[in-house]
């Protein structure tokens, strides 16, 4: 039965502290050697027929027995330790001035006792206020006898030789029994500190290990990416170059459309590739925003521009509503990284809207004339994310369902890209959505604003219809009628397919360029013959196109030292512009360039030499 069961091992729980195990554990066996103590004292003094003496006994064989039956049913050590130190107090007091009236060994090892019970089992306080309180009796004792002849009993008068070395022992053993455990808990819990402090050390040098080897792979894994990118890049050019080309040669409608669906996938693919080779950039820490001048109107133009044909071609609304108070500012921030925020919201909108509208909204919220706050939003009608999803869209990779990807494809970068960028800039993205009505995004970023105005602010946000024609029956290659055959073009490019490419591209426009298969060779040829403009592939063997660029800026004939150079770039990085401009290079387009692009940048140029 329950009542019966006096085990120690039910009331020492395994979370409490080795001193408190020890601490339970002392009183249990304390109290069982008092009661063994006690009873056999008990035996002692009845058999005397001292009765004063038998009923105290008995009585604090009763109190220890109950104690005892207390601790093993719930162990309330604190609640009994005071008990039994109040106990031992008023036992001191009675022999003291009452039964005794005198102070013997037992006396004095009972004070002892309850020294070194209290402060053990209750702590330093609790301890000083138990042996203040007994030590008072004798001092007050000792006081009282001042005039007498003073001296310690050995034994109390009334009890015999037999009734005191009981007593005497049973104490001894007691205090003995006392120290020692505790000495032993206090040993214990020693070793135990120094075996944690071991462990510890051990799992710090596992956990310094797990981190290095984490840090390195995610290095690896960082240069993997990039290097896998710019490998799956390079016969994506080709393949973008070689539909842009074969849609130029007036194909028949049949092969028309498949050559549009061909670089339809292939910019996808390269739009993918984009992504994770941009995101691997920002999670490793590699991002540098930029500070250069623009106007917020231009900027959100350009972006939209493209993005209302292909909300038209859905039949959605695109509105556009910039703050006319921003059409004259000239701003200071990365044009780049705000478009790649933008463009990505924009496009999202777009995707996941069937019917209704899009509606981009920036809206100056503060104007304190060397500064701005603005205020972007991008709202759609259209399927809504769960509310439980709104936050798990922003991580990589993730999709709100199976069925997004099946039915809008993506890979789940965009949202988590325009997020730690805006993160990086210490800005809080805002979205607020509900299923079947639509969503909004939102965000507000601080601009410091140049002195400079701009004069004639452009009168309306409307795409020329021009541009829409260009966008939808691409591509065009790019009449230069005044500049014709005659145009003299170096390129370097160590890619055969690459060099094909271009050769075709050139010939469109009836110009025949020299190729330089590496940097070594491009600057030889400079030396040599004369050139208009020189397009320089970056990554090439032998010498690269930085350091061929700056050979080219070194030589002493002016001719040579100022033909403009474009650079050619696989990456699409966007801090490839300070390293083109370090290395004296006037412009770069990134492959796979559109036709015009790359023709526009090329009249440009030579418009201004
Ligand atoms: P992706 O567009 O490539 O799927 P994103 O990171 O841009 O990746 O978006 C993650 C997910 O968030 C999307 O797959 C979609 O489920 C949800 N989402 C993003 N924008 C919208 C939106 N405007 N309306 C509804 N759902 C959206």
Known sequence: MNFFNFSV?????????????????LLYYGLLLAAVGLCALFLSV??????????????????????????????????????????????????????????????????????????????????MFYSLLNLLPILIFMVMQYDHNYFIDFKPEKADESTTIIAVFANFILIIFIHSHFYSAFLKNI??????????????????????????????????????????????????????????????????ENLEILKFSANNLLAIVNDVLDFNK?????VVFEKIKFNLVDLMQNICGGQIIKAEEKGLLFKLDIDSTLRKKVIFGDPTRLTQIIFNLVSNAIKFTAQGNIWV?????????????????????????????????????????????????GTGLGLAIVKRLLELQAIQMYVSSNVGEGSEFSFNMEFPVSTEVI??????????????????????????????????????????VNVMLMKKLFSKWKIVPT???????????????????????????????????????????????????????????????????????????????????????????????
Request: proline fraction near 4%; include cysteine.
């Open 9 to 25: 091992n039910k009331i020492l729980r395994r979370d409490l502290s080795i001193l408190d195990q020890a601490r339970i554990r």
């Open 46 to 127: 009845y058999l005397q027929n001292l009765q004063v003496m038998t009923s105290t006994t008995t009585i604090a064989l009763i109190a220890v027995l109950a104690l005892f039956k207390y601790l093993t049913y719930k162990p309330h050590w604190h609640t009994i330790s005071h008990l039994l130190l109040v106990i031992g107090t008023m036992v001191n007091m009675a022999t003291v001035f009452v039964i005794l009236q005198d102070v013997n060994i037992i006396t004095i090892q009972l004070i002892i006792l309850v020294i070194v019970f209290s402060f053990y089992m209750l702590g330093q306080n609790w301890g």
């Open 191 to 256: 070793k135990q500190l120094k075996d944690n402090g071991e462990e510890q050390a051990a799992l710090n040098i596992k956990f310094e290990r797990a981190i290095e080897k984490a840090e390195k792979s995610s290095q690896v894994q960082s240069e993997f990416l990039s290097t896998m990118s710019h490998e799956i890049r390079t016969p994506l050019n080709a393949v973008i170059g070689m539909s842009n080309l074969l849609l130029m040669n007036n194909p028949r409608q049949d092969q028309g």
């Open 282 to 286: 920002i999670e490793s820490g590699k």
């Open 361 to 409: 909204r920036v809206t100056c919220l503060e104007d304190r004339h060397n500064n701005i706050i603005v205020s972007f939003s991008v709202k759609d009608t259209g399927i809504g994310i769960k509310k439980e999803n709104l936050e798990t869209i922003f991580e990589p990779f993730i999709q709100e369902s199976i069925t997004t990807t099946r039915q809008y494809g």
């Open 455 to 496: 004069a004639q602010p452009k009168e309306r946000i409307v795409i020329p219809e021009q541009q829409k024609q260009q966008q939808v029956q691409q591509p065009v290659v790019p009449e230069i009628e005044d500049l014709g055959s005659s145009l003299r073009v170096l390129i370097a490019e160590d890619n055969p």
């Open 515 to 609: 190729i330089a298969e590496n940097g070594e060779r491009a600057v030889e040829i400079v030396q040599y013959g004369n050139f208009d403009i020189i397009l320089m592939d970056l990554q090439m063997p032998v010498m690269n196109g930085f350091d061929a660029s700056m050979e080219i800026r070194k030589m002493t004939d002016p001719a040579k030292s100022n033909i403009p150079i474009i650079a050619l770039t696989a990456s699409a990085l966007f801090d490839i512009r300070d390293q083109v401009t370090n290395a004296g290079m006037n412009d770069y387009v990134a492959k796979p360039f559109k036709p015009d692009e790359l023709m526009e940048k090329i009249q440009n140029l030579i418009a201004t030499v």
